[in-house]
Antibody, heavy 127, light 114 residues
Framework: QVQLVQSGAEVKKPGASVKVSCKAS????????MHWVRQAPGQGLEWMGI????????TYAQKFQGRVTMTRDTSTSTVYMELSSLRSADTAVYFC????????????????????WGQGTLVTVSS | DIVMSQSPESLAVSLGERATINCTSS????????????LAWYQQKPGQPPKLLIY???TRESGVPDRFSGSGSGTDFTLTIRTLQAEDVAVYYC??????????FGQGTRLEIK
């Protein structure tokens, strides 16, 4: 069965970096893109970016450009999200989410909905 | 960016009654070429990740009870929960995936039992 297992909770000081992992199993890792989505305490869902595990290409939300780096290791079927220059506003639960793809002759290749999510990783930024 | 707006922000419905949640996008998420609305609905319970309920605006995910249904097209969408059950208490989010690869979520609607 499909599983996305994320790394454990982290506590970081302002200005530090954090790297969260998401290990996939139960499907062909390189076939599905992966989103990273975060959720601040009591708040909604915020998209951070997406990675194609096949070639490693990425697209980041403008808000996080320059601070976020998404990578993958195909040998372990793991994707990573690293966020730098942390501030208190980055305190949140970070989720990875598998992305279904849709191909249409006119539209081309599209990312669509997420059918599997990791359990979430709480990152706390505090001095 | 496509902005998604949900209403109401919170909703209290009696057990066995119908719950209706609305979602509006700032621009159409319907592709005319294939007549598909690039919209999904998720349910999130406390301490859990979101769970996919509906995609393509009206297609129910496997295993989701048939009391959940999605409707709408273009910019206006609705999630309906027929005969509310206690386990349906959650926050519900709509999400557009029209602006691939970027996605955006609505702000969420909290559903409670009256």
């Amino acid at each position: 069965q499909v599983q996305l297992v994320q790394s454990g909770a982290e506590v970081k000081k302002p200005g530090a970096s954090v790297k969260v992992s998401c290990k996939a199993s139960g499907y062909t890792f390189t076939t599905y893109y992966m989103h990273w989505v975060r959720q601040a305490p009591g708040q909604g869902l915020e998209w951070m970016g997406i990675i194609n595990p096949s070639g490693g290409s990425t697209t980041y939300a403008q808000k996080f450009q320059g601070r976020v780096t998404m990578t993958r290791d195909t040998s372990t079927s793991t994707v990573y999200m690293e966020l730098s220059s942390l501030r208190s506003a980055d305190t949140a639960v970070y989720f990875c989410a598998r992305v279904n793809r849709y191909y249409d002759l006119l539209i081309g290749d599209s990312v669509t909905y997420s059918d599997y999510w990791g359990q979430g990783t709480l990152v706390t930024v505090s001095s | 960016d496509i902005v998604m707006s949900q209403s109401p922000e919170s909703l209290a419905v009696s057990l066995g009654e119908r719950a209706t949640i609305n979602c509006t996008s700032s621009q159409s998420v319907l592709y005319d070429s294939n007549n598909k609305n690039f919209l999904a609905w998720y349910q999130q319970k406390p301490g859990q990740p979101p769970k996919l309920l509906i995609y393509w605006a009206s297609t129910r995910e496997s295993g989701v009870p048939d009391r959940f249904s999605g409707s709408g097209s273009g910019t206006d969408f609705t999630l309906t929960i027929r005969t509310l059950q206690a386990e349906d208490v959650a926050v519900y989010y709509c999400q557009q995936y029209y602006s691939t690869p970027q996605i955006t979520f609505g702000q969420g609607t909290r559903l409670e039992i009256k």
